[in-house]
């Protein structure tokens, strides 16, 4: 039996907690033998949604295979809450030390770093906070914009629903892709990300503008990118014309709307080849009628 121990501190995020769980808990569901904990300083954590949660306040005994996952916490920054005493943070070490593997989710990070655990190592957390990680552990070297990263026996995860990745690679490392895939069907998740995925998708990367008219033509690009979506369609969709369209998209985004739509089709076939897709099977999913266009994007800087 594996067990998996959810290290709770105050003002924890719910799904940062509830989406690793989940996994977990699904996984034992599918009969895989994981036992779950959930342990606190306290017996009742307050959530930063306001939802408490009862723990233990004694660590079960642990063995190599077992697990602790750390989630975050809500905070300006994050050495602002997540304070563990002392005595927690050497049997977060001595875990480690003993053969154990730990993890952690978003600002969880920073309670491996104040194990020690970070030293040396790469990690990486959610991007509002990873300057902050690089400042207080400078013997680490945070990578940044990915959802996960793996150094040995440490773990770490950009947060939120990052969570969900790495505790999908975790059973897959364990029991197998196999494994992991079923969980995911179960969990109804869209699709197993890898860990060097960016945090943030060219769409949400793109949406930072004021423009409606821009918005109403990256809404119809978004849901039909794989189509063949001529300019005059667009800027009808977006109540201008289609010289107006092509300036305010550029002004909003910096890109043309047919270089936005290549953006969405790129990530999207650049996931599918990540979970073993050739790339001329993705070229067609994502609507390029060969592969030669694809790869010429895959080749720009």
Known sequence: MTQVVFLLVPQVHLLDLAGPAQVFSTAATLGYDYRLHYLGEQEDVPTAQGLPVRTVVEPPRLG???????PGWRAPTIDRNGQLMPGTLRWLADHHAAGGTVASVCA??????????????????????????????????????????????????????????LALHLVATRHGPGAAGRIARSMV???????????????????????????????????????????????????????????????????????????????????????????????????????RMLRRLRARP
Do not use: K
């Open 64 to 70: 190599p295979e077992d697990l602790i996952v750390v």
């Open 108 to 165: 969880g990070a920073d309670a491996l770093g104040r194990a020690g655990l970070l030293d040396g190592r790469r990690c990486t957390t959610h991007h509002e906070v990873q300057d902050e990680l690089a400042r207080r552990y400078p013997r680490a070297t945070v990578v940044r914009d990915v959802l996960y990263v793996v150094d040995g026996r440490v773990v770490t995860s950009a947060g939120i629903a990052s969570g969900i990745d």
């Open 189 to 291: 998740v869209y699709a197993r990300r890898n860990g060097n995925e960016q945090q943030a998708s060219a769409m949400l990367r793109h949406r930072a503008h004021l423009s409606d008219a821009v918005h109403r033509a990256q809404d119809q690009i978004d849901t039909r990118y794989g189509e063949t979506l001529p300019l005059a369609e667009l800027a009808t969709g977006a109540g201008v014309s289609e010289r107006t369209l092509t300036r305010l998209f550029v002004r909003a985004t910096g890109l043309t709307p047919l270089r936005y739509q290549q953006l969405l089709r790129l990530e999207r076939a650049e996931h599918l080849i990540g979970h073993g897709a050739t790339v001329e099977s993705a070229a067609r999913t994502v609507g390029f009628a060969d592969a």
